[in-house]
Nanobody
């Protein structure tokens, strides 16, 4: 079992930045890949970014490329999502997820955090 706890969400103006953090426990951190997903009101959950177990491979949704960066710190057991140049359409509940492979497919992640709200005002 892997337990995930997100933090760092909040309210920010358009053009601003936020950094989300996901703390993992229950398994050796370097053995799990991590992903970030988001769900806006009335919409399905969608992929945002992912990172492999080693940190050597990352994937990003087209909508966030060049603005968001995913990190991991295997010494601290954390995976972060740095979000810059935020837009109102980035408003959503953001979830971190853990699995074996850092890929965009939601079904590859058996473990999920509780989510953290990000609201971007115009």
């Amino acid at each position: 079992q892997v337990q995930l706890v997100e933090s760092g969400g909040g309210l920010v103006q358009a053009g601003g930045s936020l950094r989300l953090s996901c703390a993992a426990s229950g398994r050796t951190f370097s053995s799990i890949a991590m992903g970030w997903f988001r769900q806006a009101p009335g919409k399905e959950r969608e992929f945002v970014a992912s990172i492999s177990r080693s940190g050597g491979s990352t994937y990003y949704a087209d909508s966030v490329k060049g603005r968001f960066t995913i990190f991991r710190d295997n010494a601290k057991n954390t995976g972060d999502l740095q979000m810059n140049s935020l837009k109102p359409e980035d408003t959503a509940v953001y979830y971190c997820a853990a699995g074996r492979y850092g890929v965009p497919q939601e079904g590859e992640y058996p473990y999920w955090g509780q989510g953290t709200q990000v609201t971007v005002s115009s």
